[in-house]
């Protein structure tokens, strides 16, 4: 069944199927005026494509951490079609990477980190780890967990470098609270209380696609910056040191 054809009628059986929704989840929905009732022939309600794409992206969100009410929030804030709505959630939800999740047994993870097993627990609680039980974990960016794998193969302990991702992890928090008010006050908010809201509402979901990488390539920038600044500053005082200790 071809559910983009806009003559294909569905029956809430028909679109339980489809969608992978209980039947009962769907009556949940239309109660809730998360989405719109059928159209009745003969005392029969019929759903179409629309249906459809609205029940995906409701799954698609909630799989996202939403929660029905904010959902429901955004649905009636959204002028804009279920296929811009779910542009809109990817381009706010989606992580800037490239790289896939892994996912390591708890033997592998000792093998490569040894020490103190509360490092595990100190790691899932800063995000580095996420438990999954039957003594597996996923590795959200493999990346970062080959770099702490490098340092601590260098000589820096565990414990040190799970601080610097603590302290790091506060100000990235910080810089993204930035950025995500920067995106507010300066895309947002002005379409939000524009009389051609519904109009330009693609025009904010194109920003937030191309901005929000231009965000994190103006984090790594900065950053690239300032370590070579306090690289170079550290190691001339600590020359320094070194040549007073010789006189």
Do not use: C
């Not at 996202?64 to 279920?82: C, E, H, T, V, Y």
């Not at 100000?171 to 895309?187: H, Q, W």
């Amino acid at each position: 069944m071809n559910v983009t054809d806009t003559d294909v009628r569905l029956t809430i059986e028909e679109l339980a199927r489809e969608s992978g929704m209980t039947v009962r989840n769907i009556r949940n929905h239309q109660s809730r005026g998360l989405l719109s009732p059928p159209d009745v022939v003969a005392r029969v309600g019929y759903y179409g494509p629309e249906h459809v794409e609205r029940l995906r992206l409701i799954r698609e969100m909630q799989d996202d951490g939403f929660n029905l009410g904010a959902i429901k929030r955004l649905l009636q804030s959204s002028p804009g079609s279920a296929e811009q709505l779910s542009r809109f959630r990817t381009a706010i939800a989606t992580p800037d990477q490239d790289e896939d999740p892994e996912v390591i047994s708890a033997a592998e993870l000792a093998e490569r980190f040894t020490g103190d097993p509360r490092n595990v627990e100190r790691a899932i609680s800063l995000g580095v780890l996420n438990r999954l039980g039957d003594d597996k974990f996923e590795v959200p960016s493999p990346a970062m967990l080959r770099a702490a794998e490098e340092a601590v193969a260098r000589g820096v302990s565990v414990q040190a470098a799970l601080q610097v991702v603590e302290r790091l992890r506060s100000n990235s928090d910080a810089m993204a609270r930035a950025f995500v008010r920067l995106f507010l006050d300066e895309l947002w908010k002005p379409v939000r209380d524009s009389d051609e809201r519904e109009e330009r509402w693609p025009e904010v979901v194109e920003a937030l696609e191309r901005l929000r990488p231009v965000a994190s390539e103006t984090v790594v920038a900065l950053f690239r910056q300032s370590l070579g600044t306090e690289m170079q500053a550290a190691f001339e005082r600590e020359l320094a040191r070194q040549a007073k200790r010789k006189r």
